[in-house]
């Protein structure tokens, strides 16, 4: 079996954990394989470790034979690997080293654990949709995202009106700072941050809300994700922010976006015990109530 490795920074207190992962991948007969600067990172007793090992750059050096990828860090790491995966199959592990970890949901107190459940296969898989964009130009090397599409006005400029079209007819216009579109998985984050409601990773939809609307009769709406949303943006500035998870660019408001649903899924394993409610109930205290 062979596993990839990916990480974009670890501090250097946790090379520690390091090493016993690798540790506990040779005992289990898995060969990983390494993304080449965190390999470059690595305290050199944890690179004569693995001395021999190869490494990959981008998601083209992944080969077939790759069944799994292990994202080490947060949940923006995971949403790095996302992007390296594609829609080549490989399965997504994620142990947390960064803070909330909702979506790298495995401590590193469980990382032997989780390897042993790798080569046993006694896991679980879910199934996650992404967003896809679509612009009449070349915005991202990735076009899709695993929590949200994000239009924004820039720091400095006033709210923006964001003309918003279901399947070509129209929605709704909003004065807001801003508009999330998220998927189902995304809906426990920057959504829910302004006011979205949460809905379950397999419920097939979308969710849209505004940043900091300028009307009080303006709530989120919960779409189908068979719907193709398109939109216009007007406003004093010449430019607004169009963002793909953490990934941003700058571009002119006569740009023309839509967003629909990506035609491939990514999966993300976890282990029996965290499913989705344990996971809000842990993370987010769901229905923490000091009296019980």
Not at 197 to 210: A, C, K, L, Q, R
């Amino acid at each position: 079996m062979r596993v990839a490795i990916y990480s974009r920074v670890i501090d250097q207190d946790y090379h520690t954990e390091i090493h016993s992962l690798i540790s506990a991948l040779a005992e289990n007969n898995i060969e990983p394989v390494i993304y080449q600067p965190f390999f470059e990172q690595l305290h050199d007793s944890i690179r004569q470790q693995l001395n021999g090992t190869k490494t990959f750059r981008n998601s083209d050096d992944l080969e077939e034979s790759i069944e799994f990828i292990i994202s080490l860090g947060g949940d923006g790491t995971l949403l790095d690997t996302v992007t390296l995966v594609r829609d080549k199959k490989i399965a997504i592990l994620g142990i947390n080293f960064g803070r909330l970890g909702f979506l790298a949901s495995i401590s590193k107190e469980e990382m032997k654990t989780a390897v042993a459940s790798l080569k046993g296969r006694n896991f679980v898989v879910d199934s996650r949709s992404l967003i896809h964009l679509d612009a009449d130009r070349t915005l991202f090397d990735t076009p899709y995202a695993l929590n949200e599409f994000a239009i924004h006005k820039t720091d400095t400029s006033p709210m923006i009106k964001i003309h918003t079209y279901l399947n070509g007819e129209f929605l709704n216009t909003y004065w807001a700072d801003g508009l999330i579109v998220s998927t189902p998985t995304g809906s426990t984050g920057y959504s829910l941050s302004c006011g979205g409601p949460i809905v379950f990773p397999d419920s097939g939809s979308f969710v849209i809300t505004p940043v900091a609307p300028h009307n009080l009769n303006v709530r989120p709406i919960v779409v189908p994700d068979n719907n193709i949303i398109s939109f216009e943006v007007e406003g004093r500035a010449d430019h607004f922010i169009c963002a793909l998870d953490s990934r941003r660019e700058l571009v002119p408001k006569s740009i023309q976006l839509a967003v629909r649903r990506e035609s491939f899924d990514v999966n993300i394993l976890r282990l029996n015990e965290n499913n989705f409610l344990t996971t809000l109930r842990k993370k987010l205290s769901w229905g923490l109530d000091t009296r019980n």
